[in-house]
């Protein structure tokens, strides 16, 4: 009987350590369930950012420069409204167009106010890479100009430190490859960067953030960057922003000049 009892001792201190272990060693799934609940909360943060800001115009200064060629400088004017209609005007030294760029929702336009050039493209299938060799859209320029991001289709979202400082949203499509990262702050409260993924991981371009500024109850541009990996690019400085402006859909539409 003593034999038993010592016996039984040992089993129920053998089991109360190994339940003792599991406890003080947390399962790798439930941090990851952790991780996954913050960067989806996060996401979510970002989605409703500006929200309401549905109109709205500016002016400033953009610069432009290419691989090894000196940087252009010129005005700039610009109207949105979302999702996705915008019209920006590149002006000259004494505030006249010299190039205009449009979209309507269904279509792109491109007009030369010097040789009365014009393109015209379904909006579903145009980008800036024709204009500006960058191949952004015109709806991500909506929404870097209404200060928000631009966010692609995903499938996986994880958040990890960033090496630098900060912290990296990475969003992956099902096939495993990384489609867009989004370079927070260390409160994770401020978004500094973002870089856009074709579907083969090869990088389309990047946005830099370098201020924003409050204007009524919206956070927007200060100053923004846009550059693509073959060192094309150019940064846009506000010099005056207005927010909840009223716009007409026929600002969004262009067409060649009369010769009268």
Same mark, same amino acid.
């Given at each position: 009987?003593?034999?038993?009892?010592?016996?039984?001792?040992?089993?129920?201190?053998?089991?109360?350590?190994?339940?003792?272990?599991?406890?003080?060693? =947390?399962?790798?799934? $439930? #941090?990851?369930?952790?991780?996954?609940?913050?960067?989806?909360?996060?996401?979510?943060? /970002? !989605?409703? @950012?500006?929200?309401?800001?549905?109109?709205?115009?500016?002016?400033?200064?953009?610069?432009?420069?290419?691989?090894?060629?000196?940087?252009?400088?010129?005005?700039?004017?610009?109207?949105?409204?979302?999702?996705?209609?915008?019209?920006?005007?590149?002006?000259?030294?004494?505030?006249?167009?010299?190039?205009?760029?449009?979209?309507?929702?269904?279509?792109?336009?491109?007009?030369?106010?010097?040789?009365?050039?014009?393109?015209?493209?379904?909006?579903?299938?145009?980008?800036?890479?024709?204009?500006?060799?960058?191949?952004?859209?015109?709806? =991500?320029?909506?929404? $870097? #100009?209404?200060?928000?991001?631009?966010?692609?289709?995903?499938?996986?979202?994880?958040? /990890? !430190?960033? @090496?630098?400082?900060?912290?990296?949203?990475?969003?992956?499509?099902?096939?495993?490859?990384?489609?867009?990262?989004?370079?927070?702050?260390?409160?994770?409260?401020?978004?500094?960067?973002?870089?856009?993924?074709?579907?083969?991981?090869?990088?389309?371009?990047?946005?830099?953030?370098?201020?924003?500024?409050?204007?009524?109850?919206?956070?927007?541009?200060?100053?923004?960057?846009?550059?693509?990996?073959?060192?094309?690019?150019?940064?846009?400085?506000?010099?005056?922003?207005?927010?909840?402006?009223?716009?007409?859909?026929?600002?969004?539409?262009?067409?060649?000049?009369?010769?009268?």
């Amino acid at each position: 009987m003593k034999h038993v009892t010592i016996l039984l001792i040992a089993v129920f201190f053998f089991a109360c350590s190994s339940f003792t272990g599991r406890i003080v060693e =947390e399962p790798p799934e $439930l #941090l990851d369930t952790a991780a996954i609940i913050e960067v989806n909360n996060l996401i979510s943060t /970002i !989605r409703l @950012k500006n929200r309401n800001l549905k109109t709205f115009k500016g002016i400033g200064k953009i610069t432009f420069w290419e691989e090894d060629k000196k940087s252009i400088a010129s005005g700039i004017a610009w109207v949105g409204s979302d999702p996705d209609m915008i019209r920006i005007a590149i002006l000259n030294i004494s505030g006249q167009p010299l190039l205009s760029l449009a979209n309507d929702g269904q279509w792109f336009y491109f007009l030369s106010h010097t040789d009365n050039s014009f393109y015209k493209k379904r909006s579903s299938y145009s980008n800036l890479k024709k204009a500006i060799q960058i191949p952004i859209k015109p709806v =991500e320029i909506v929404s $870097l #100009l209404a200060g928000r991001i631009p966010l692609y289709e995903y499938h996986a979202a994880n958040i /990890i !430190r960033n @090496k630098e400082q900060g912290y990296v949203i990475v969003l992956k499509k099902r096939s495993g490859n990384v489609i867009q990262k989004i370079y927070l702050n260390e409160d994770k409260k401020d978004i500094k960067k973002i870089e856009l993924f074709d579907g083969n991981e090869k990088l389309l371009y990047f946005v830099v953030i370098d201020s924003l500024q409050k204007i009524n109850k919206y956070h927007v541009p200060l100053k923004l960057s846009v550059s693509s990996d073959n060192g094309n690019g150019f940064k846009i400085d506000v010099h005056k922003y207005w927010t909840d402006v009223s716009v007409n859909p026929s600002m969004f539409v262009l067409a060649p000049q009369s010769d009268d």
